[in-house]
């Protein structure tokens, strides 16, 4: 078969429609807290707004290079090793616009419980549960405490992805742990997680930074 231009021209603009455009840091920061692409969860109960929304591999390494002098791509190929089999999600919450601790600083016993709970106990109450009715337990929680820098209490949550098998979506679960919010459930489907796009890595941004 001749290949004619219009032929070649074709399979080109086809090609390129089925390469994922790579995206910089910001560019994906903006894609997941967008709701519409399915990354991005929210409930707002007696004035406490929370929210959970996916971590991708690509922003945690982002992360990670920022502590690095001179970082490479094998920095980055490194990194992502390390990461390998696990799925994170984040979880912020806020009361009034303020970082929910600041609802128990008149008490100071109320006040420690909760630091003690976000700082060591979160495990107990967040879990990950897929359509195939399997239970993911949190495998790590770190809680940056932020003191009161920030308008919100954000945590990071790692689980077991290698569990998921072939679940069509994952529930992030949050159960009652001290704020009145109740119990809550945030599903994602993992046809969204999965079509995540890539991010661009720019290491002389990072070398020119250190």
Do not use: W
């Not at 190929?77 to 390390?82: D, G, L, S, Y």
């Amino acid at each position: 078969m001749k290949c004619t231009p219009v032929i070649a021209l074709v399979f080109l603009l086809f090609s390129m429609a089925c390469t994922k455009e790579k995206l910089s840091p910001d560019e994906l920061k903006k894609y997941i807290a967008d709701p519409g692409n399915g990354l991005l969860k929210e409930v707002t109960i007696n004035n406490y707004k929370i929210t959970v929304y996916y971590r991708p591999v690509d922003l945690l390494t982002e992360q990670r290079l920022r502590t690095m002098d001179k970082p490479t791509m094998d920095s980055v190929a490194e990194i992502k090793k390390r990461y390998r089999g696990i799925i994170h999600f984040m979880l912020s919450m806020e009361y009034n616009n303020q970082d929910i601790l600041n609802r128990f600083s008149s008490d100071k016993v109320l006040f420690g419980e909760m630091l003690n709970r976000l700082s060591f106990n979160m495990g107990n109450y967040v879990n990950l549960v897929t359509s195939n009715k399997d239970t993911l337990p949190v495998t790590e929680s770190i809680y940056p405490r932020m003191y009161g820098s920030t308008h919100s209490t954000a945590m990071l949550f790692a689980f077991d992805a290698t569990k998921i098998n072939n679940a069509s979506s994952v529930d992030f679960n949050l159960k009652e742990f001290g704020i009145p919010v109740g119990n809550n459930t945030f599903r994602f489907a993992m046809e969204d997680l999965n079509n995540t796009p890539e991010m661009k890595f720019n290491l002389n941004h990072h070398s020119n930074e250190n």
